[in-house]
């Protein structure tokens, strides 16, 4: 077809606009770098812009998914245009291989379905090398595409929890719903997990994970292959750490503000809790944003002999055991919120006699704030919960 000038006045606004609409309904997080004040918004987000102006109330009560189906732990929760979109680690998760990377979906926060499984592990072929229990999926918008990354490794009957060979694995999509195709596998030589990646605003990617502490490199994303090599920087049995890190430290996601890198991380000593890291380069040194945690909850019954390396603590007066290993995204008003799984507390030890008989772990969310010079989540919740803005 030949353009002429009465083409371009009367299609060309058209189809501009429909661009406009395609760009905004794929929109999804891009470098994972906020903006000022209390409730911060990703900087180059364009899903804003799909909420129709005026006032909006969200209510919401957690756990948010009730459904023991579709039970997963490390909720990790990414926004694409008009819906959600979510992965975690399926049950089982201590005993034995689980069924692969679940993907959940849906169109208000609240409401929750299977939309598809991104690896069904009934249908990977018998020497697959990464067969095994898929730990803590997330899925990542950078570059203009979608990057799914897992921890697994191939399980053996010599090796039935497939740690041995347990390690990262990348994949990539065009669409956040897949199909993903490997990408590169296992990132690092050893056991490694909770794998989380970054995008700083100069469009270099990061890897972060954890593996009996917390490690860090640079990635090249397309490849696949950490640059230079994969630095453990954290163990959680240092000096510099105080006692409610002690048990183990876990599960990173980083988001840069103003300069500066935070880093949440999870720790299971007390219950489950986050904390929070801060750091002038991403690469470190990293330091503690607050001596406390900035969210979770602990009950001293409940980790029994490795609590009392925290030493003298109080219960939370939550009804959970576990409110961790987060993850942020972009929530129903525009602004950054906070995801992970809640468990509710029966005197259940750790790990349960029969993790499939005990109550299971489901999506919990709660808004993320900026005060005082960092990030915090307030505390987990359990009745429901208002949250009103505005959208001019």
């Not at 770098?33 to 409730?39: A, D, I, K, Q, Y």
């Not at 979109?85 to 089982?92: E, H």
């Not at 009950?299 to 980790?303: E, F, I, S």
């Given at each position: 077809?030949?353009?002429?000038?009465?083409?371009?006045?009367?299609?060309?606004?058209?189809?501009?606009?429909?661009?406009?609409?395609?760009?905004?309904?794929?929109?999804?997080?891009?470098?994972?770098?906020?903006?000022?004040?209390?409730?911060?918004?990703?900087?180059?987000?364009?899903?804003?812009?799909?909420i129709s102006p005026g006032t909006h109330v969200f209510k919401y009560k957690n756990p948010i998914i009730q459904d023991t189906t579709i039970s997963m732990r490390d909720h990790a929760i990414i926004r694409v245009g008009?819906?959600?979109?979510?992965?975690?680690?399926?049950?089982?998760?201590?005993?034995g291989p689980n069924p692969g990377v679940r993907l959940l979906v849906s169109d208000d926060m609240i409401h929750w379905?299977?939309?598809?499984?991104?690896?069904d592990a009934s249908k990977l072929p018998p020497d697959c090398p990464y067969n095994g229990r898929f730990w803590a999926p997330e899925i990542h918008y950078?570059?203009?595409?979608?990057?799914?990354?897992?921890?697994?490794?191939?399980?053996?009957?010599?090796?039935?929890?497939?740690?041995?060979?347990?390690s990262i694995w990348l994949f990539s999509a065009q669409k956040v719903t897949g199909p993903y195709k490997l990408v590169n596998g296992p990132l690092t030589p050893q056991y490694?997990?909770?794998?989380?990646?970054?995008?700083?605003?100069?469009g270099q990617?990061?890897?972060?994970?954890?593996?009996?502490?917390?490690?860090?490199?640079?990635?090249?994303?397309?490849?696949?292959?950490?640059?230079?090599?994969?630095?453990?920087?954290?163990?959680?049995?240092?000096?510099?750490?105080?006692?409610?890190?002690?048990?183990?430290?876990?599960?990173?996601?980083?988001?840069k503000r103003e300069g500066v890198y935070y880093m949440f991380f999870s720790t299971w000593t007390?219950?489950?809790e986050v904390g929070l890291l801060k750091s002038r380069s991403p690469l470190g040194p990293w330091v503690l944003a607050s001596p406390e945690p900035i969210f979770g909850t602990r009950?001293?019954?409940?980790?029994g002999e490795i609590a009392k390396v925290a030493g003298d603590f109080e219960d939370t007066p939550d009804p959970y055991c576990e409110t961790g290993h987060n993850a942020i995204f972009e929530g129903p008003d525009g602004k950054l919120w906070s995801s992970c799984h809640y468990v509710f507390y029966k005197g259940q030890k750790f790990p349960s006699v029969n993790e499939m008989a005990e109550p299971k772990p489901q999506m919990g969310i709660e808004p993320l704030y900026f005060r005082n010079g960092i990030f915090t989540i307030g505390k987990p919740t359990w009745t429901e919960q208002t949250v009103r803005y505005t959208i001019k």
């Open positions: 077809m030949k353009f002429t000038p009465r083409l371009l006045n009367s299609t060309w606004p058209k189809v501009l606009l429909l661009f406009i609409l395609c760009l905004n309904f794929n929109a999804a997080l891009k470098a994972q770098e906020v903006t000022g004040g209390e409730r911060p918004a990703y900087v180059k987000s364009n899903t804003s812009g799909l008009k819906k959600w979109y979510c992965t975690g680690t399926s049950l089982p998760v201590w005993t379905k299977q939309d598809s499984w991104l690896i950078i570059k203009g595409k979608f990057w799914l990354i897992v921890n697994s490794g191939k399980v053996t009957p010599q090796d039935p929890k497939g740690m041995a060979n347990h490694n997990n909770d794998a989380t990646l970054f995008e700083d605003t100069d990617v990061y890897l972060y994970c954890s593996g009996n502490g917390l490690f860090q490199a640079k990635l090249d994303l397309e490849k696949g292959k950490i640059i230079g090599e994969l630095q453990k920087f954290r163990t959680a049995r240092e000096s510099i750490n105080p006692r409610w890190m002690w048990g183990g430290i876990e599960g990173p996601f980083v988001l007390r219950g489950y009950k001293k019954a409940y980790r």
